[in-house]
């Protein structure tokens, strides 16, 4: 199991391989469908965004309400590929990384290879083990979207899986090959 | 006979109950199921994913933090026995109110907006739900309530079939639907499969499908070996858990039949994720 930190750099993207089991510790940021929609609605007219994108991680997710006196609500990913319109335009503006579930399409995957990103996989339907992983959590823009609104959460030992590297190679792919017994 | 009066209000309370013991204690056969895919499971990644699967139903479990943050749409049946005369607030209005209060209270997430393709506003309180009532002989109320997340209802599909196509005709329609799924709808997967009837009614056998326990099968011992050959079929994909390789794409196939025209053979797949959550309760 390797361990990473957040933000990510180029060196730590360019070790990561499909297939491997990573822990991650450090600030990710949360964001799905209409946060996307907004902030690359920001970018478009050349405004700014309400973080700095260089180096993060954007999770796919929108946890349950907090209850009083912890940290976030459960909090597992949620299908990527909703984000695939959007994710090549944040990928080119300094994003490195994203987690979520389910393979992503081509101009992720060439976005990826050509400014150094990678998609790493949580396990669906994990959002209350994940919760474990979740030091602190703060909104940070969006608050009106409610499970929508975009977040900073640190993590510690978040574990997820690379499912699509900087390389092109894809564990959805490669593993679905691997164990693939159709006869259909 | 005389009628049973019932209280739209116990309606209310009901749901309420039912919305946060749907998020977070899954049932018996889900956990059985996984616990065996666990034992079959080839692939490592595999393996750690379906522990890790089970690890969080416990943690649910016990903390009552919902196991999963897609709390769903609250997809609720009615069957109201013939001989129940209800009485108090709008039937629609105490099931909603039961789902308003259950999310709020329970601290679910609320994933509904207000107008499906403009404005895309949340409602706030995870109404309204989806209502299903059928009218049924005696004179009990039962109310299930199935929480469906949204990942694997996107995944879903509806085909409007040849009588031609025949049975390998719904086979090659169900299996191909799962495959065009792949890992976004959480695998392992339940398939609630509807066969027959009309366009909207072979939608809501494959959602009723759902309901039925894991293990069970079709009473038409045809359909039932069709259960047993889609599972093996789609196991055979390598889909695996999450989609990242694997034995172990689905828990099971659980497939519902209507009558239909002589000119049609519409078929549906309506997907769940793991963490497939009903409940019911008997008034």
């Not at chain 2, 009615?78 to 209005?93: F, M, N, R, S, T």
């Not at chain 2, 907006?113 to 309204?128: E, G, L, M």
């Not at chain 2, 009532?133 to 199935?146: F, M």
């Not at chain 2, 191909?176 to 027959?196: E, F, L």
């Amino acid at each position: 199991m390797k361990k990473i930190s957040a933000p990510l750099t180029d060196s730590v993207v360019e070790s990561l391989r499909a297939g491997d089991e990573v822990l991650i510790t450090g600030i990710i940021y949360t964001g799905r469908d209409a946060a996307h929609k907004r902030m690359v609605e920001l970018l478009s007219k050349g405004e700014q965004l309400p973080f700095d994108l260089k180096g993060q991680i954007i999770y796919y997710a929108g946890p349950t309400p907090t209850r009083p006196g912890e940290v976030v609500g459960s909090v597992g990913p949620t299908t990527s590929g909703r984000m695939d319109p959007y994710a090549p335009i944040l990928i080119q503006h300094g994003l490195k990384g994203m987690i979520g579930k389910g393979q992503r399409t081509q101009p992720v995957v060439e976005a990826m290879k050509k400014f150094k990103a990678v998609y790493f996989a949580a396990v669906g339907g994990a959002g209350a083990l994940i919760a474990r992983a979740v030091k602190s959590n703060k909104t940070v823009a969006y608050e009106e979207l409610g499970p929508e609104a975009v977040r900073v959460l640190e993590v510690v030992d978040f574990p997820v899986i690379v499912a699509q590297d900087c390389y092109g190679g894809d564990l959805y792919v490669e593993g679905i090959k691997k164990y693939s017994r159709s006869a259909l | 006979m005389a009628k049973r009066i019932v209280n739209t209000s116990v309606i209310t309370e009901k749901l309420a109950e039912l919305s946060g013991a749907a998020s977070c204690e899954l049932d018996e056969d889900l956990i059985g199921a996984l616990k065996e895919g666990l034992r079959v499971e080839e692939s490592p990644v595999g393996k750690q994913i379906l522990e890790q699967i089970l690890e969080n139903a416990k943690i649910s479990r016990e903390s009552r933090l919902p196991s999963c943050q897609d709390t769903g749409f609250a997809v609720v049946f009615l069957e109201i026995g013939q001989d129940v005369c209800l009485e108090g607030p709008a039937l629609a209005d105490a099931v909603n109110e039961g789902v308003r209060r259950g999310y709020e209270k329970n601290y679910l997430r609320k994933s509904i907006v207000d107008d499906p393709a403009i404005t895309r506003k949340n409602t706030r309180d995870n109404t309204p739900s989806i209502i299903h009532t059928e009218i049924v002989s005696g004179d009990r109320v039962k109310i299930v309530l199935a929480a469906k997340g949204g990942g694997s209802e996107n995944m879903s599909a509806v085909a409007m079939l040849k009588p031609a196509d025949g049975i390998q005709g719904v086979r090659k329609f169900v299996v191909d639907t799962v495959k065009r799924a792949g890992g976004n709808p959480c695998p392992p997967i339940i398939v609630g499969v509807g066969i027959g009837g009309t366009f909207e009614k072979c939608a809501l056998l494959a959602k009723k499908a759902l309901l039925r326990p894991l293990g069970s099968h079709h009473p038409d011992e045809r359909y039932a070996n069709l259960e047993r050959e889609l599972l093996a079929e789609i196991n055979a994909t390598g889909i695996g858990p999450q989609g990242l390789g694997g034995r172990v794409t689905a828990l099971g196939v659980l497939v519902e039949t209507f009558p239909c025209h002589i000119a049609s053979m519409p078929a549906a797949v309506n997907i769940n994720c793991h963490a497939s959550r009903h409940k019911e309760a008997i008034i």
